[in-house]
């Protein structure tokens, strides 16, 4: 399961652009006074910076600027500044693949945390170390990590990280093979994003129950997941998990032998795909109708066949004209 999420780049740029300006303001007092609270505005300056640029994708921007923070916070004995300078330098290693590298930055970042009491950073350091070792496919180590965090977050009441420790785990049992308990860890967060008024997370877990059951060969009940999961992300107006939603139906329709309904599904998934310029996922999509299409033709008379086309072509001609 995957979120994408988007930001304005906009905003980005123009937070970019202001905060160079401080930074450089930051340096000419510090080179005209010197001392602990200069090297503070600096220390600002970095951390924003260096997350516009890893919200731009420029991660090897930010690992400078994160450098640059973290030894100012070394310099003047600001652990939480290291501790977070830690964490920025560790997800953009993770972002760019090299993960080896991000484990050694979270691992410093995780002894600092346990040193200062910093217990919900903690939590999320240990989340960040499982989701590093799940890229890596080691996924009993993750399974360690996201349960520690798991732990944590339920001593100090942190509903949040519950909610993505408890959607980690069943994850990583589903990507295990390990549909029962992963079954029962998304049914938790499903219990509990219902308890917060999560809706996000609420549409997320039942996505995942529906890819568990869907796993199992239990179509029917993934449909019904998925169908939920879908009116969520509607009222949402989540465009891109009402995108995944609709292509998830159409799989699972496809299974239960209801062929027109899933290639509405595929069709509605396409049009959103589109819509947000997602040509990989558009790609999905026509290859699941180009394979849809093939069995159709066996079980569908000429007649219906020849309609069931001729709309599917109207639809993607108007498709190409957007």
């Given at each position: 399961?995957?979120?994408v ?7 980005n ?29 600096e ?27 973290l030894d ?55 989340g ?13 180590q ?50 509990l ?52 939603a ?16 899933a ?18 996922s ?22 219906w ?18």
């Amino acid at each position: 399961m995957t979120e994408v999420i988007r930001s304005g780049s906009l905003n980005n740029i123009e937070s970019i652009e202001f905060e160079e300006r401080c930074l450089e303001k930051a340096r000419e007092i510090d080179d005209t006074y010197g001392g602990q609270s200069q090297h503070n505005g600096e220390v600002i300056s970095f951390g924003i910076l260096g997350n516009a640029y890893q919200s731009q994708g420029e991660y090897h921007l930010a690992i400078e600027l994160y450098q640059q923070w973290l030894d100012i916070a070394r310099e003047i004995g600001d652990r939480t500044g290291e501790a977070k300078a830690l964490s920025g330098l560790g997800n953009a290693y993770q972002s760019l693949g090299k993960y080896q590298r991000a484990i050694e930055f979270y691992q410093q970042w995780l002894s600092i945390t346990r040193k200062i009491g910093d217990r919900t950073g903690e939590g999320i350091c240990l989340g960040s170390l499982g989701n590093t070792y799940e890229y890596l496919g080691k996924y009993e180590q993750a399974i360690e990590f996201y349960q520690q965090w798991l732990t944590i977050a339920k001593n100090i009441g942190d509903r949040t990280g519950e909610c993505l420790s408890l959607g980690s785990l069943g994850n990583t049992y589903e990507s295990l093979g390990h549909y029962q308990p992963a079954i029962e860890f998304y049914q938790q967060w499903l219990e509990l994003a219902k308890c917060i008024s999560d809706g996000n997370g609420e549409a997320m877990a039942l996505s995942g129950l529906g890819s568990a059951y869907k796993a199992l060969g239990q179509y029917q009940r993934a449909f019904e997941l998925y169908q939920y999961s879908l009116e969520i992300r509607k009222d949402l107006d989540d465009q891109n998990g009402e995108a995944n939603a609709w292509f998830n139906l159409g799989l699972v329709l496809e299974k239960i032998n209801r062929e027109p309904e899933a290639m509405h599904a595929f069709c509605n998934a396409r049009e959103l795909y589109h819509t947000m310029g997602l040509d990989a996922s558009m790609q999905d999509c026509n290859h699941a109708i180009e394979l849809l299409s093939q069995n159709f033709v066996g079980a569908t008379s000429v007649f219906w066949f020849g309609r069931w086309l001729n709309n599917l072509s109207q639809f993607i001609k108007a498709g190409y004209k957007q």
